[in-house]
């Protein structure tokens, strides 16, 4: 079966990488959540996807320049108008809740741009401290970052993060010890995605919003896909299932 992962959370019906967006994508039902990771300026892991605080909140400036306290006194920008009070999280908060559930948890690392030193060597530590080994899953452009998770916990999986064609994916995953790819749906043929499979490797695109292309991936039961919108994807992933087996 095709799992769910919820991009950010579910980002096309909650305000990104917030505990509620984390929330709605439990209650839709999803396998998994996908989520980012930087470092505040005391070295605190916060989940936030731009380098600077400016599109998705009230404030201004760069993540890293920001202490964990200033950081979660900014008001996130709620255009969904849920009405709930939103903040940015620790990850040590998305843990706890994730303590009190089954579902996994794709950690994109944000060191494509901004060099967060111990950024990995944390995120290993706290995985190890709630026991989270076999629900993580690290990924990242910057595939030195994921590297590095590997040889600090080769028990945790690891996918590259890429969004141009690459040639022969699989084998390179396989080189870098990954067991799976990342790569963004548009540059991705279903030819490469079923290549990948045969030879070991899972396959989660990346964003796949398009109800087509749902029923597309699920068809040919590709690992998994990751997405802004859980709920329709588990709506279209039951349809695609009940259509197979003639009902």
Known sequence: ???????????????????????????????????DIQLSKDGELVVIHDETVNRTTEGKGYVKDLTFAQLRSL?????????????????EEVFEWLAQNQLLCNIELKT?????????????SLIRAYHLEERVIFSSF?????IQCY??????????????????????????RAKAIHPRLLTTAEWIIRAAMNHGVAVRPYTVNKAKDMRRLFKIGCTAIITDFPEMAVQERK????????Q
């Open 75 to 91: 008001d996130v920008i709620d255009r969904f108008e849920t009405g709930k009070p939103l903040s940015i999280p620790a990850l």
């Open 142 to 146: 910057n595939h030195y970052s994921i």
């Open 239 to 246: 349809a695609e299932r009940e259509k197979a087996s003639g």
């Open 1 to 35: 079966m095709t799992l769910i992962f919820a991009h950010r959370g579910s980002a096309g019906t909650r305000p990104e990488n917030t505990m509620e967006a984390f929330f709605e994508a439990e209650k839709a039902g999803a396998d998994g959540i996908e989520l």
């Open 112 to 124: 494509a741009k901004v060099d967060y030193p111990l950024i990995e060597e944390k995120a290993v």
């Open 151 to 176: 040889r600090l916990a080769p028990e945790v999986e690891i996918a590259p993060l890429y969004s141009e064609v690459m040639f022969m994916p699989w084998v390179y995953a396989k080189s870098i």
